[in-house]
């Protein structure tokens, strides 16, 4: 067993390295609080390791930069796959840096993994299109066997897990995806699709209180200001009005 | 064993605008007032920190609980209904203040057309022109008479507006004292935005007739005759969804429930929801209600029955409680879940501008111009296949970045990834919509009964639509669609994306509007209506069914005003009855 692990992470460098630093290689003891970095990978396929205590600039810790609901495994495909619907660019930083993925697994861990504010009561028929999303499965469940079949694309494609495709490959599995040319037990692969799309969005966007849009980039990038308590001196200006933003600490 | 608890003058079912109005009314009169609502309590401190497009838009904090209690939905009979099991195409309010507490504050009467459709439309075009299956009804009420009391409403709300709204808007008279004056309006209108000028100023060089939008959201200090004194609104755009952290924004929470609570005449029971009225031989003796929290089982006895709760669940209270005779499509006989209307919003021009940037980040729920010309019976529908009509806006509510991205029609651009993200950052504030609101006329084969699948927790049938678009509201659409693209060009936008031309099945799927209309419809023929001009029941004459539930057709306006105008005229009618008995008309 250990042979092969150590054969298959060689190959990856990624992988090897975020198993080095978690101490999980350590002959199978986990020890307490050993996801204390993370792997990033930029654009041009350079691997660095970053320090998760230390990259908001004055911001020294943020402890909700931590897994509720998702295996390391799965978060790794999770923020590559919600950094190509929102990448970094030359307007700012993508997904990834804006924390989308724990965002993502911490909705999902809530009451929105569990759908609890839906009518959950059967029988669930299949319906019209016109009558909305008549699926029995859970958001958190849907978005776990998405997660499964983009690892499992990735590896009929490439022998490798999503996130360590190359970029292009990665769009063209989520094409895929969103054409719903991917069977999953029970939904369409655009279902999770959308959920995915949805999510990412809600990350980059949301107040940082829930663990996206980090250090406000997502708001500064669509130069929008947050939460401002009166705009009654602007609403008749012609020219745009930039202000920096303000998130819902800044009323506390 | 349900606990008998102590008897009340009147209970109220449901905490909206239209129970608080009732609430205040007669316990400003003394009578004994309990208000049952099944969402939770509401004061000023649960809208502070609410800037959270999340929590309030996205995942709909002040919406029914929909693991509770939903509707069923189906396009036409032949179809089994499913139920609508996240929020999709409207989102009922839930909670003291219901949707009065997260409306945006846009203020319109209705229209002298409306509430004598039938009328009018046979007087002017003669009953060949009112399709067989479309049972418009006149509303048992003109706008003259309905008038004293959508002015008793603009002045507990402060509604604001302009003075002179042209020849579309619905008449005004100048009744509102401001100092030593008398105004069409408590107080002003909101201010001018430059996206706002810009449909004026299309608008009139077409030849329509532009005005600014009439708001509940305070455009200065005001204090009104309840003593109830409310601060300006400060255009932070966040109002729909929201409670409104400075109280400038009109609510049942703000204004008529302390005045009903001051009076110590009043109790609110949240968590409370009522299962069934309890009536024998025409009359009523009260309700069963549940306490949502522990479970526990009550009735509650009283003198009269109100009911104010949202359209869909004044409807099912009563088929639930077999009150009332249930309307049957094919016979077209009974009234109750009769003539469901709602409204045809999806027609519009979304405009994208080069080179023009607006602070769309800012605004307020009712900040916007509005076009009558093609409202109700302002224009010559001789040559066209279709009733009534709707408004074209421009809205300025605030734009929020999860909800909001737009990209302008450009031939392959995609929906994700680096291309989409720059498009998204760059039209944000480059984008402003257009919105038509259409009437929604009733269609025989619309309407409302009990499901007989699903129920809720308490077993207790969910209420079932049956409801799609017909060629009136697909001409309507395509119509409004049509003349938002002739404004659009006028404004010179770069792009424009036109909404609404083909109008498709109705799908639950896609908001549009919580414009909820019908079911328990008011009018002068209790062989044709549920309730007469006062909301009280043909069948129960201590029943009242108050809302926009007793709407005979839905308008090209938003509801509020003629749900809180007919509201003060049941509190009035309540009065009476408390005092004479009987039949009022």
């Known amino acids: ?252 | 064993m349900a606990e008998k608890l102590p008897k009340k003058d009147v209970v109220i079912v449901g905490v909206g605008w239209a129970g608080g109005i009732i609430a205040s009314e007669l316990t400003k009169k003394g009578y004994d007032v309990i208000g049952l609502e099944r969402g939770k309590d509401r004061d000023m401190a649960d809208y502070l920190h609410g800037h959270d497009e999340l929590r309030y838009s996205t995942r709909k904090e002040m919406m029914q609980d929909l693991s509770k209690d939903t509707v069923t939905f189906r396009n036409h009979t032949k179809m089994t209904a499913l139920p609508m099991r996240q929020y999709g195409a409207f989102y009922p309010g839930d909670g003291v203040g219901g949707a009065g507490a997260h409306w945006n504050g846009q203020t319109y009467r209705f229209g002298p057309y409306d509430f004598e459709i039938r009328s009018m439309t046979i007087e002017r075009y003669g009953e060949g022109k009112i399709p067989k299956d479309m049972p418009i009804q006149d509303w048992g009420i003109t706008y003259d008479e309905l008038q004293p009391y959508f002015e008793k409403f603009e002045a507990m709300a402060g509604i604001g507006g302009q003075e002179d709204e042209g020849p579309m808007a619905p008449p005004r008279r100048a009744v509102f004292d401001k100092n030593g004056e008398k105004k069409k309006y408590p107080v002003g209108p909101m201010k001018v935005s430059p996206m706002m000028k810009m449909f004026m100023d299309a608008t009139t060089e077409l030849g329509y007739h532009p005005y600014i939008v009439p708001t509940a959201n305070l455009t200065e200090p005001y204090t009104n005759e309840d003593g109830v004194s409310r601060a300006a609104c400060q255009y932070c755009a966040f109002c729909e969804h929201y409670g409104c952290e400075y109280g400038a924004k009109a609510d049942p929470v703000v204004t008529v429930l302390p005045v009903a609570k001051q009076t110590g005449k009043f109790t609110v029971r949240p968590h409370s929801t009522v299962i069934k009225v309890l009536h024998t031989d025409g009359k009523a003796s009260g309700v069963v209600f549940r306490d949502t929290i522990t479970g526990e089982e009550y009735i509650q006895e009283a003198d009269v029955v109100v009911l104010t709760s949202y359209v869909f669940n004044n409807v099912r209270l009563l088929l639930n409680s077999k009150l009332g005779k249930p309307y049957n499509p094919e016979t077209q006989t009974g009234v109750v879940g009769k003539n469901y209307c709602y409204q045809v919003q999806q027609s519009g021009a979304s405009l994208f501008f080069e080179d023009k940037e607006f602070n769309s980040y800012a605004g307020a729920g009712a900040l916007g111009a509005v076009i009558d010309d093609f409202n109700c019976d302002n224009f010559d529908h001789s040559d066209v296949d279709f009733l009534h009509g709707g408004a074209l806006r421009v809205m300025q509510t605030g734009k929020r970045p999860i909800a909001t991205n737009p990209v302008p029609p450009i031939e392959g651009l995609p929906g994700w990834g680096k291309e989409w993200k720059a498009a998204t950052l760059k039209w944000y504030h480059r984008n402003i919509s257009i919105g038509g609101q259409g009437a929604s006329l009733p269609n025989r084969y619309n309407y409302l009964d009990l499901d007989p699948t699903y129920t809720d927790e308490y077993g207790m049938p969910l209420i079932r639509m049956t409801f799609n678009y017909h060629d009136q509201d697909k001409k309507l659409s395509k119509y409004l669609a049509e003349k938002a693209e002739e404004i659009g060009k006028k404004m010179n936008a770069t792009y424009i994306k036109v909404n609404g031309l083909e109008l498709g099945d109705f799908n639950i799927a896609n908001y549009q509007s919580t414009h909820n209309t019908g079911g328990v419809i008011m009018g002068n023929d209790p062989e044709t209506s549920a309730v007469n001009s006062y909301l009280q029941m043909w069948d129960a004459d201590n029943v009242f069914v108050v809302g926009a539930s007793a709407f005979p057709h839905n308008s090209g306006y938003n509801p509020t005003a003629t749900v809180g105008a007919l509201a003060y005229r049941a509190a009035e009618g309540i009065e009476k009855f408390i005092k004479e008995g009987g039949s009022l008309v």
Request: net charge negative.
């Open chain 1, 1 to 252: 067993m250990s042979e092969n692990k150590e054969t298959f992470t060689e190959k990856k460098s990624t992988r090897r390295n975020f198993l080095k630093n978690s101490g999980l290689t350590l002959g199978g003891i986990v020890l307490g609080g050993a996801v204390t970095s993370l792997v990033v990978k930029n654009n041009d396929g350079e691997t660095t390791v970053a320090d998760s205590h230390s990259s908001h600039g004055a911001e020294t810790s943020n402890f909700n930069r931590a897994l509720m609901f998702f295996n390391i495994e799965q978060f790794l495909t999770v923020e590559a796959a919600a950094e190509q619907i929102f990448p970094k660019d030359e307007n700012g930083p993508g997904a990834k840096e804006l924390l989308v993925g724990y965002y993502i697994d911490h909705q999902l861990a809530g009451g929105f993994g569990s759908n609890a504010k839906e009518f959950r009561q059967g029988p669930f028929l299949k319906g019209e299109p016109t009558q909305g999303n008549q699926s029995a499965i859970l958001n958190k469940d849907l978005f776990t066997m998405g997660v499964a079949a983009l690892d499992a694309e990735a590896f009929k494609l490439a022998e490798k897990k999503f996130y360590e495709l190359e970029e292009e490959k990665q769009i063209e599995l989520l094409q895929k995806f969103e054409a719903d040319e991917v069977a999953l037990n029970g939904a369409t692969s655009k279902q999770f699709f959308n959920l995915l799309k949805k999510l990412t969005i809600e990350g980059v966007y949301a107040d940082p209180l829930y663990g996206g849009n980090a250090n406000l980039e997502g708001w500064k990038m669509k130069r929008y200001p947050g939460s401002q308590m009166s705009y009654v001196n602007i609403i008749e200006k012609d020219e745009f009005v930039e202000m920096e933003p303000k998130s819902l600490s800044d009323h506390q």
